[in-house]
């Protein structure tokens, strides 16, 4: 088996086992009835702790898979660069928000490169790109201690085609919570 090969069928066997993660992983979101207050009968009711999810502006447990802000979880950059596009700032401020809510949230910041340029450029490259990410996170108020920078350089790539259409979807920072 060829390299090429060999790399198409660890990108298909990786994109097969986070597919059946993904479905695997799914939370059935339980109602919670009303809450009495107590006005009819004299009694009064404890407030339940939802994590914060009903104050105005804040997140909820679950906001990481339903908010749509929050669904965004993938910066691309342009090619030899490690400067934040403009598109991505709501972004970074929508996530530097759920941070700041959530202070047990971990991120890893996920560096990526095309294949293009030596090993070791990529690897610095994606270093750089998740260093910007990072800074961007922490300029809306994310705090460090929270996040972890890795770079995978051009070994993970989400397309093995030759070409920019394909090349500018390797050229990323994925955002991946591990904790919630």
Same mark, same amino acid.
Request: with cysteine.
């Given at each position: 088996? %060829? ?9 298909? *066997? $990786? ?21 009495? !207050?107590?006005? =009819? ?10 994590? @914060? ?8 447990? %679950? ?6 802000? $929050? ?32 202070? !047990?949230?971990? *991120?890893?910041?996920? @560096? ?5 340029? =030596?090993?070791?450029? %990529? ?13 961007? *996170? ?12 890795? =770079? ?7 397309? %093995?085609?030759? @070409? ?10 994925? *955002? ?5």
């Amino acid at each position: 088996m %060829n390299a090429s090969a060999s790399r198409i069928a660890r990108t298909l *066997l $990786l994109a097969a086992l986070a597919s059946a993660i993904a479905v695997g992983c799914t939370k059935k979101v339980k109602e919670v009835p009303p809450t009495d !207050t107590g006005a =009819s009968t004299g009694t009064t009711t404890t407030p339940v702790d939802d994590g @914060g999810a009903t104050r105005p502006g804040a997140y909820g447990p %679950n906001d990481l898979d339903t908010d749509a802000c $929050l669904r965004n979880r993938v910066v691309y950059f342009d090619l030899d660069q490690d400067a934040l596009k403009p598109e991505f700032q709501a972004t970074m401020a929508c996530h530097a928000k759920y941070l700041r809510d959530r202070p !047990t949230a971990r *991120l890893r910041l996920e @560096g990526n490169a095309d294949e293009r340029g =030596s090993r070791e450029y %990529n690897v610095g490259l994606g270093e750089r790109r998740g260093n910007a990410v990072s800074s961007a *996170l922490q300029a809306n108020g994310g705090s460090a201690s929270q996040q972890t920078v890795v =770079s995978y350089g051009e070994e993970r790539p989400v397309c %093995n085609e030759a @070409g920019e259409g394909c090349w500018s979807q390797n050229r990323r920072v994925e *955002l991946v919570y591990s904790a919630k």
